[in-house]
């Protein structure tokens, strides 16, 4: 089983930028898809970037497009996360996600990660 340990939260300014980090143990972490998900102030958790497992594929939602990038260092053991150009908007607790099922139907969604960490605040002031 992983575990997942998120960090780099913080205040920024608008225009500013931030590199979240999500370093996993207790699994052979090349094996895990690794997702980012975000939870705004008063709202659901949502999909905010993942990067599957073997292939380094990306995928992102379109509000993060051209201003965000996940990455992979599996000799780490860590996923980043990093945040360009960030905007009020972007304010959310960032959670870091894990998964090696086989079966896979929709990278995007809550429900393909096992493993999740305790979440990194990001604050953006306008």
Not at 9 to 36: D, E, I, K, N, P
Request: charged share 20%; hydrophobic share 35%; glycine share 10%.
């Amino acid at each position: 089983q992983v575990q997942l340990v998120e960090s780099g939260g913080g205040l920024v300014q608008a225009g500013g930028s931030l590199r979240l980090s999500c370093a996993a143990s207790g699994g052979t972490f090349s094996h895990y898809r690794m997702g980012w998900f975000r939870q705004p102030p008063g709202k659901e958790r949502v999909f905010v970037a993942a990067i599957d497992r073997f292939t380094d594929r990306t995928y992102y939602t379109d509000s993060v497009k051209g201003r965000f990038t996940i990455s992979r260092d599996n000799a780490k053991n860590t996923v980043y996360l990093q945040m360009n150009s960030l905007k009020p908007e972007d304010t959310a607790v960032y959670y870091c996600a894990a998964d090696r099922r086989f079966t896979l139907v929709d990278i995007t969604t809550e429900t393909e990660y096992a493993y999740w960490g305790q979440g990194t605040q990001v604050t953006i002031s306008a």
